[in-house]
């Protein structure tokens, strides 16, 4: 079976959202661990707006890794009920997302998420997450969407593994705990 593997930028105080933030921390280890990430999975899994702020800016770019290149080649998969169009090598999710995500994951790849807030939740009360890579930036906001919502039911997690970078940012992984 697939895996779900969420990668997730946030503050002290738990908000993801807008992560212009994240540009005075960012470093060669956070860049080298989205590599590994992105080149360990088969496609990504996204929600509609990270999806339309994604295909709007990486099909300009480029660079000596092939990192771009690979986040524009990878299939895509969007939660969205209102997109038509299909571009950037999308297909979009819609109807019971959950059970459709839960198809997609018996195919046997693993799909990365970025963002998509709305998303992760869902998936996280369908107990469809498999990974979490949380980088955790040495600031607080104050305000701003968080990925975990309040009333959300208790889910376990072990920790995977977690290290400091030269920036102060942490980078810790989880996987789904089998109790």
């Not at 046997?108 to 998420?113: A, E, Q």
């Not at 890579?133 to 607080?140: E, I, Y």
Request: glycine share 6%.
């Amino acid at each position: 079976m697939g895996k779900i593997i969420v990668s997730m930028y946030m503050t002290l105080d738990g908000v993801i959202e807008e992560p212009s933030w994240t540009a005075p921390y960012w470093n060669d280890e956070i860049a080298n661990l989205q590599h590994t990430l992105l080149f360990a999975c088969d496609s990504l899994l996204l929600g509609r707006t990270t999806y339309e702020e994604f295909a709007e800016a990486w099909p300009k770019m480029k660079d000596e890794e092939g990192f771009a290149e690979r986040m524009n080649s990878l299939p895509k998969f969007v939660a969205s009920e209102t997109l038509e169009t299909s571009e950037w090598n999308a297909t979009f999710l819609k109807g019971n997302l959950a059970e459709e995500v839960q198809k997609l994951k018996q195919n046997d790849h693993n799909m990365l998420i970025y963002g998509s807030a709305r998303l992760v939740q869902l998936l996280l009360e369908h107990d469809l997450i498999d990974e979490l890579h949380l980088m955790v930036f040495p600031l607080v906001l104050g305000e701003g969407k968080r990925l975990f919502k309040v009333g959300q039911s208790q889910k376990k997690f072990s920790l995977g593994t977690s290290r400091a970078t030269s920036t102060g940012v942490i980078l810790s992984s989880y996987v789904t705990a089998t109790t």
